[in-house]
């Protein structure tokens, strides 16, 4: 059975840090592509950061340069340095696992950004 637990949301004042992590059972970790997803209330779920089986890394435009997404295989782990963060940041964040079509989701975190 696939797992993944989501750690590390918080409340920060605008223009602080955060790290979120993600625990993963159930599965070959190393095998899978690694998302971090947000949604805020009334919009959709949106793709934050993607990092591959092989740690390539893709980010959202908003988050460039602010984020970072890395991952620890050996702890099955994969984690979302968010730095200089902003109001509009705020949103419950989820990771996901995915590989050749079969994917899980976590229960998420709750991040919320301000003064």
């Known amino acids: 059975q696939v797992q993944l637990v989501e750690s590390g949301g918080g409340l920060v004042q605008p223009g602080g840090s955060l790290r979120l992590s993600c625990a993963a059972s159930g599965i070959i970790f190393s095998n899978y592509a690694m998302g971090w997803y947000r949604q805020a209330p009334g919009k959709q779920r949106e793709l934050v950061a993607l990092i591959t089986s092989s740690s390539t890394t893709r980010y959202r435009d908003s988050v460039k340069g602010r984020f970072t997404a890395s991952r620890d295989n050996a702890k099955n782990t994969v984690y979302l340095q968010m730095n200089s963060l902003k109001p509009e940041d705020t949103a419950v964040y989820h990771c996901?696992?995915?590989?050749?079509?079969?994917?899980?989701w976590g229960q998420g975190t709750q991040v919320t950004v301000s003064s």
């Open positions: 996901n696992a995915n590989r050749g079509g079969i994917t899980a």
